[in-house]
């Protein structure tokens, strides 16, 4: 981020109630997915939902994101249908790197909250920490950052977007058949 792009507050602050309920949204959905019950998790979700991990980008500090004319890449880039037969292909208990189950614990903190220009709609940065572990040494962590948009609905605050930034450049783990 250049000094230009440095905000110290929230382009559009959000009373203290709706950042305080947005927080607990996030911690209660990392542990729905935690507990991998992902019928739940995909009830969190809009059904336009655009859900992307980009590929990260390793460029010399004078050719940042914004003076590149690369396009981004995505690892991963789904919507609705395609996170459902995700969560549906879990759910079958016929994952063989899933046997036995895989233990997930997701941190989320240092969360962020700005209103957007639609009504009801949230811009959310938050950092995480997701540790999967299976049998005694198979064990890996992914850190990162996540922009959201949250909407707020009749019921609840519901995921419009994420976008999932990993730090690592090229990911050492044996596959991301996890959701962030």
């Known amino acids: ?16 109630e709706q950042e305080y309920a947005i927080g607990k949204f996030l911690l209660m959905e990392a542990r729905v997915l935690d507990e991998e019950r992902y019928p739940e998790w995909l009830d969190l979700l809009t059904e336009d939902i655009r859900y992307q991990i980009p ?9 940042r994101a914004s003076t590149t004319a690369l396009k981004p890449l995505f690892i991963i880039d789904d ?18 790197l899933n046997d036995p189950a895989t233990r997930h614990l ?7 909250v ?5 009504p009801n709609e949230f811009f959310v940065r938050s950092k995480f ?3 999967r572990g299976r049998r005694d ?7 990162g950052w996540r922009e959201d948009i949250l909407r707020q609905t009749s019921q609840g605050f519901r995921v419009a977007r994420r976008v999932v930034h990993l730090l690592e450049r090229v990911v050492m ?8």
């Open 1 to 16: 981020m250049g000094n230009a792009e440095l905000k110290l507050a929230p382009a559009a602050p959000v009373s203290f």
């Open 55 to 63: 590929v990260p980008l390793t460029t010399y500090r004078r050719n």
């Open 79 to 96: 919507g609705f249908p395609g996170l459902k037969q995700r969560a549906a292909r879990e759910a079958t208990g016929l994952v063989w």
């Open 106 to 112: 997701r941190m989320v903190n240092n969360i962020e």
């Open 114 to 118: 700005e209103a957007t220009d639609t």
């Open 129 to 131: 920490l997701l540790y």
């Open 137 to 143: 040494k198979d064990i890996v962590s992914h850190a």
């Open 173 to 180: 783990d044996k596959n991301l058949n996890m959701f962030f």
